[in-house]
């Protein structure tokens, strides 16, 4: 190989590096920057089907990561905010959002000054992260430097691709007919599939196609090979992962498989047709291309979506919801998000919460508590397993500092419910094994504590009322405590039971600190709904029987 070669291959390789460092760097400043004002608009633009659609092709374009967008569409789907057709919708609006990468190379990567147009962006990008490291502002310095290095890549390939038209002649290649589409379709999907964005994909292919080194047939095909490709990061993301997970993934390979299949059978007229409304503009007329593509798959899908939405809701089942010790909010590809990985963990936690809080409401409701609390334990340890894996996952993601201390605050919670968990699990063994014969007095003393518990589980606990409410719950045991021992000094009953009878109780007590403290920490996770239903207490408190 040539002396030539080996430069051209540098610089082809170099320029493809500084494109996707450009891209990466642009993608998290905007994130860094607007992050929470994107997931607001995913959140409440997405009551129609047009609103879903228009809300994910809006937040693509502009944080330019159709991955992050997918991630939040879960998210939501996850945790019941948006129906599986909401997702459907924002994820085909994500597609449309990836055209928006096409027509900045194709329109502002050749008719200027790539330096002059770049160089200010990277200097002023810098100057604003030096003076505002954290934050917004320095976000978007962040984002700014990346959208200059994007272009800096960009005319790092021009020159690559301008010297290999010389030395490759890929036009020869491209004359085999039918075989020439098959081949470029490979080509895109490849390239896309190894730097796991459609986006950079297309970006070569333009400038390649601009340079003269790819014909414009082949590059629509390889164009056409990029989009399939987007689907193989979700189908990584997703192995293993949640029916909700699962479904969305099937609905975005469906839609970009039949849009593909019909652009292939029309695929002569639509080339003819961009590069006609480009005026002959290679570049331009790629990137209209893309755009054709993609709009005509949305109006592929307009009348199918529903329909393919409760078809996907069958499949799956078996993986989904009803295995309570499966995880189903938290995601692996959720990591790389980790404002919707802290939300997703909150609400997994919230599950977490309830299902501890349930194992001790069937200690206090039973004297032989059933044989669910043993599957409810097993169900506790697993997603606490899962919990903690995800956790120590994200504290190794680049994280906001109101990110990171939230983390600590869930590892919390999860290590006070498992104790809650571990302690109802002890009373049930000592209610079964310590039968002990009392008075009446004394076990309508201890029914009268355990319903008021019971009661008080169904309080809203909040962090500014765990305080009083662990004030109640020792100011309860204090009074059944004195009650006790008052009947203690009664020969009918023995110093064996009136302690045996007192370990119990404090067992219960010590059952409902931790769920207290658990579910302070919570909220201070931001979780603002109550872990139970009942936020107005529809029956008084029993009162201590004479």
Known sequence: MTGVMWTLIGTFVGGVGLFLLGMQLMTDGLKRAQGQAMRRVLATWTHTRLRALLAGAFVTAVVQASGAVIVAALGFVNA???????????????????????????????????????????????????????????GLGQALAGFGLFFIGIGTLQGGFAGLADQVNLHAL??????????????????????????????????????????FHAATAAAIGANVGTTSTAIFAVIGASANARRLVTGQVIFKLLTATVVLLVLPWMTELSLT??????????????????????????????????????????????????????????????????????????????????????????????????????????????????????????????????????LQAVTYYNTAADLAIELSEALQADQVDTDPVTEAAVAWFKGALLARLD??????????LRADVNADYQALKSRLLHQGTRPELSTHALVTRLEQMSLLRRAMRQLIKGHKQLRQLGYRAATHVDLKRTQPLPTLPP
């Not at 075989?179 to 999907?189: A, E, K, M, N």
Request: no cysteine.
């Open 174 to 215: 491209a004359s085999h007919g039918g075989w020439t589409t098959v081949v470029f379709i490979g080509v895109g999907l490849g390239l896309t599939v190894m730097m796991q964005s459609s986006s950079a994909s297309l970006a070569i292919v333009i400038t390649a196609t601009a340079g003269g080194v790819l014909p």
């Open 277 to 410: 409304l480009a005026g002959g503009n290679l570049a331009t007329g790629l990137a209209l291309f893309h755009t054709l593509f993609n709009v005509l798959g949305v109006l592929l899908m307009w009348p199918l979506a529903t329909p393919m939405a409760r078809r996907l809701d069958t499949l799956f089942v078996g993986q989904g919801v009803p295995d309570e010790a499966r995880p189903r909010y938290i995601e692996v590809s959720m990591l790389s998000e980790p404002a919707s990985a802290i939300e997703a963990l909150t609400r997994e936690l919230a599950r977490l919460a309830e299902i501890a809080r349930r194992m001790v409401a069937a200690v206090l409701s039973a004297e032989h508590p059933n044989g669910t609390l043993t599957r409810d334990r097993l169900i506790v340890a697993a997603l606490s397993d899962s919990l903690g894996d995800f956790v120590t996952a994200l504290q190794e993601r680049p994280l906001t500092p109101r990110e990171s201390a939230a983390l600590p605050h869930a």
């Open 80 to 138: 019941g905010l948006l129906p599986l057709l909401g997702g459907l919708w924002i994820v085909f609006g994500a597609s449309l959002g990836t055209t928006a990468t096409g027509w900045l190379v194709a329109l502002l990567g050749f008719d200027f000054d790539i330096k002059a147009l770049a160089l200010p962006f990277i200097g002023l990008g810098v100057a604003l992260q030096l003076l505002a490291q954290k934050g917004k502002l320095g």
């Open 459 to 468: 309080d809203q606990i909040v962090s500014d009322r765990a305080k009083a």
